[in-house]
């Protein structure tokens, strides 16, 4: 059960995982901000759908790893709704490349949304969960960023800096009863990433998952659900793999 009357931001809620948070959040009865950064029509259409549902839903164009951007992001929701309890920093990236031909560029690209980006809305919002005494985060990391990944380098560096960073906030802000934790999707159809990769990688990547199926985003977004709930107050600096049992 969530807290009634409660407001989040999901960062990167126009399609994919990001998306389904957002659904599923405003199911349980909470406002969401859908942010995103250029996919003004499909942010609309979550918006749309949430509405049609009987939810509450603001799409709040923005991009996080823009120090501006992100502060602006988070005004506009409590502009909107005069409050914050949650924040899903799910924004990400890729920018896939083999250490070697990897350019500072790449690195620094997804660097900036995955991880800066995270910082950035955490900073913002903070301040309002402290002085409610209660609140949410929830950073979405990867698989990626407990085991590595070939290719991966940037965004396995991003992956893990979250968890790190999940942790040290979690410490800071425990004793205003304020929850920071992080979710390790393993691969998730979600239309996005994992759908882009070609069949052959698909089907050995398969191959290495016990469950024998890529995962969902809607089981993403009920671990989400989860740690928003009244049920999860004690759970705080955790990093909670949903992965079909890849890493196990
Ligand atoms: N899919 C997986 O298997 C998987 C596994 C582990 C972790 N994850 C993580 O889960 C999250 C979502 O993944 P996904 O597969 O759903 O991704 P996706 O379909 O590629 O969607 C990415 C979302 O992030 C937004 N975004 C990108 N850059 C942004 C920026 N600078 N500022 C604000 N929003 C930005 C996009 O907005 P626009 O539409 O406007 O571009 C989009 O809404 C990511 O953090 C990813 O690393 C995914």
Redesign the pocket.
């Known amino acids: 059960m969530l807290a009634p009357g409660q407001v989040a931001l999901v960062?990167?809620?126009?399609?994919?995982?990001?998306?389904s948070i957002a659904r599923r959040l405003a199911a349980a009865g909470v406002k969401v901000g859908v942010?995103?950064?250029?996919?003004s029509d499909?942010?609309a259409q979550v918006v749309a759908d949430i509405t049609a549902a009987g939810g509450a839903a603001a799409s709040l164009g923005?991009?996080?790893?823009s120090e501006a951007a992100a502060e602006g992001v988070v005004k506009q929701v409590l502009e909107q709704w005069g409050r914050i309890d949650i924040l899903v920093n799910?924004?990400?990236?890729?920018r896939d490349r083999l250490l070697l031909r990897m350019s500072p560029d790449d690195w620094d690209q997804v660097l900036a949304?995955?991880l800066r980006?995270a910082f950035l809305c955490t900073k913002f919002v903070m301040p309002h969960l402290i002085r409610q005494r209660r609140g949410r985060v929830i950073n979405?990391?990867?698989?990626?960023g407990l085991s590595g990944n070939p290719g991966q380098a940037n965004?396995a560096a991003a992956?893990a800096g979250l968890v790190g960073f999940t942790k040290a906030v979690a410490r800071e802000v425990a004793s205003r009863n304020v929850t920071v934790n992080a979710l390790?999707?393993?691969?998730?159809a979600?239309?996005?990433?994992?759908d882009a990769l070609p069949e052959e990688t698909r089907r050995q990547i398969l191959g290495r998952i016990p469950m024998g199926r890529f995962g969902t985003?809607e089981e993403v977004a009920e671990a989400v659900v989860f740690l928003c709930s009244e049920a999860a107050g004690y759970i705080t600096g955790q990093v909670l793999t949903i992965d079909g049992g890849l890493i196990a």
């Open positions: 960062t990167g809620a126009s399609r994919g995982i990001g998306a942010n995103y950064h250029s996919n499909a942010a923005g991009d996080v790893s799910n924004a990400g990236i890729t949304v995955d980006g979405i990391s990867s698989v990626v965004y992956k390790a999707p393993g691969f998730i979600s239309g996005g990433m994992v985003s």
